[in-house]
């Protein structure tokens, strides 16, 4: 069958760095989204990686290994506002997205 | 400005009646998505549209209809409700850009009793 692994909840400080892990296990492999939704609201695009490696962007990277079936999402400097859930997802050989769980990350002063 | 509008966002219903959820999107996005997100578990697709007047089934169909006559709207309809149901349910689009990422609508938040 098809997953997308990532922890249920992390928590860091506020000004700190915190890398939000996600593996998967997906009938072939077209990319790998990373989407950011905070309490009761629509999940927004963060960012898309199609070949190993950083994508860097701002405060936000995300690194992918395929052959590991590997990718994190790195946030810096936390401000309070990135307080909410980060979704991972995989589209598949068929195109279709594969969505974790997400993972719900807890911003302390 | 520009997006995806869904209608209501909150509803309580009983148990068999016939719901419609609305979703329209003025970006011209050829591909339209219905999802539900429940406590726990990953998005979950149950319709989509790659174009006007073509739909398919995703992942959990059972009890759910879609219908897609232009390419601004896309309804989804639950027949007769059950409390399973029970969901936040969202409407998405893509189309045009690179990275194929979705654009969601806010959500609707149905409850069947």
New interface residues.
């Given amino acids: 069958g098809q997953n997308i692994d990532q922890p249920t909840e992390m928590t860091a400080t506020e000004g700190a760095i915190v890398q939000i892990n996600c593996t998967y296990q997906t009938s072939g492999f077209n990319g790998l989204f990373w989407y950011q939704q905070h309490a009761g609201e629509a999940p927004t695009f963060l960012s898309y990686n199609v070949l190993d490696g950083l994508e860097e962007k701002g405060r936000f990277s995300s690194f992918l290994s395929r052959s590991k079936g590997y990718s994190y999402l790195l946030l810096k400097e936390l401000q309070m506002k990135d307080s909410a859930s980060y979704l991972c997802a995989v589209e598949d050989s068929n195109y279709q997205l594969i969505w974790g769980a997400g993972t719900k990350l807890i911003i302390k002063p | 400005i520009a997006g995806i509008t869904q209608a209501p966002t909150s509803q309580i219903l009983a148990a068999g009646r016939r719901m419609t959820l609305r979703c329209t999107q003025d970006m011209r996005h050829n591909a339209m998505y219905w999802y539900r997100q429940d406590l726990?578990?990953?998005?979950?697709?149950i319709h989509y549209s790659n174009t006007a007047g073509t739909t398919g089934k995703?992942e959990v169909p059972d009890g759910y209809s879609v219908s897609r006559a232009n390419t601004d709207d896309f309804p989804l309809t639950l027949a007769s409700a059950v409390p399973s149901q029970t969901s936040v349910y969202?409407c998405a689009s893509s189309g045009g850009e690179d990275?194929?990422?979705?654009?969601?609508?806010?959500?609707s938040r149905l409850t069947v009793l």
Avoid at chain 2, 40 to 45: C, F, I, K, S, T
Avoid at chain 2, 99 to 106: A, D, K, M, P, S
């Fill in positions: 726990g578990l990953g998005l979950r697709l995703g969202f990275t194929g990422e979705l654009f969601f609508g806010e959500g």
